[in-house]
């Protein structure tokens, strides 16, 4: 597992998923604060939205890559050569995905708040914090499920790929 938080840390793929889904928060908050609206829902619905779609999008890139690098790489056979216990590492490999959508998940919500607050207040409107947070919960249950199916598909789209077909990725 360590070895895969490595990876999670150094590699961009991660740091890039984080910035283009807190940047769609950041374009929302200022789509909305220049709106003027002094409706609440306002900002409770384009925050659902983009912190939503941002993160629900961001947790299959992840479950994706974290299995797909490997293949990608060509390092899934190393790895298995050196501790052949597949079951462990894909768990290991499931696991890690699904704490890495929750982290993105939990991050992108919070910045979600905190700007869709300021953009109220600014405005003149009350605070959609406590919304934003009960609707959140859903994106919490839902983007580990939705990284979990990324590892499957990358999994079996790469572990089961007819060699007469060539490579999916064009390796």
């Known amino acids: 597992m360590g070895a895969e938080l490595d990876k999670l840390r150094s590699l961009p793929t991660p740091r890039w998923t984080l910035i283009v889904t807190v940047g769609l928060v950041a374009l929302t908050f200022v789509t909305?604060?220049?709106?003027g609206s002094d409706k609440e829902s306002t900002y409770l619905d384009a925050a659902e939205?983009?912190?939503?779609?941002?993160?629900?999008?961001?947790?299959?890139?992840?479950?994706?890559w974290i299995m797909g690098v490997e293949y990608g790489q060509n390092t899934m056979r190393r790895a298995l050569a050196a501790d052949p216990r597949r079951s462990r590492l894909l768990a290991a490999k499931v696991g890690l995905a699904v704490g890495a959508s929750l982290a993105l998940?939990?991050?992108v919500l919070g910045v979600a708040v905190v700007l869709m607050s300021l953009a109220a207040s600014l405005n003149g409107a009350s605070s959609p914090a406590g919304d934003i947070i009960t609707a959140g919960l859903t994106y919490l249950l839902a983007s580990p499920i939705y990284a979990a199916i990324g590892c499957a598909v990358a999994t079996l789209a790469r572990s089961r790929w007819p060699r007469r077909w060539g490579s999916p990725a064009g390796t």
Do not use: E, H, P
């Open 32 to 35: 909305v604060l220049f709106s």
């Open 49 to 64: 939205a983009m912190a939503g779609l941002g993160t629900l999008i961001g947790s299959i890139v992840l479950g994706v």
């Open 105 to 107: 998940t939990a991050v």
